[in-house]
């Protein structure tokens, strides 16, 4: 995504968490996203539960990641969505490691 597409972001994220029905479509799709995610991962052999949590992961990694490169608080270029979406994804790593 580009700088353009980032400083779109907060416009219709201020717009879903305004109205319920956006916000459930939105809870929806997210659904959707995880469950054709577990669906991909089966296919190549993964265990189900090992897929149901590599994708529930995946799925919030992006919200996250997402969320801080479409935050307004950045510069006019903030860099590449997948530089966030990938720290947002250690960071979790980091945190289910001291689940144990």
Known sequence: MTA???SL????HAAIEANEELRSRA???SVGMAAAMVDALARRGVAE???Q???EL??????LGYGQWADPAHDED???LA???RAAFDELRAAVAELR
């Open 4 to 6: 353009f597409n980032c």
């Open 9 to 12: 972001g907060p416009l219709p």
């Open 27 to 29: 809870a929806l799709k």
């Open 49 to 51: 539960a090992t897929a």
């Open 53 to 55: 949590v590599a994708a």
């Open 58 to 63: 995946g799925g919030l990694a992006f919200k």
């Open 78 to 80: 903030p860099g590449e």
């Open 83 to 85: 530089d966030f979406t």
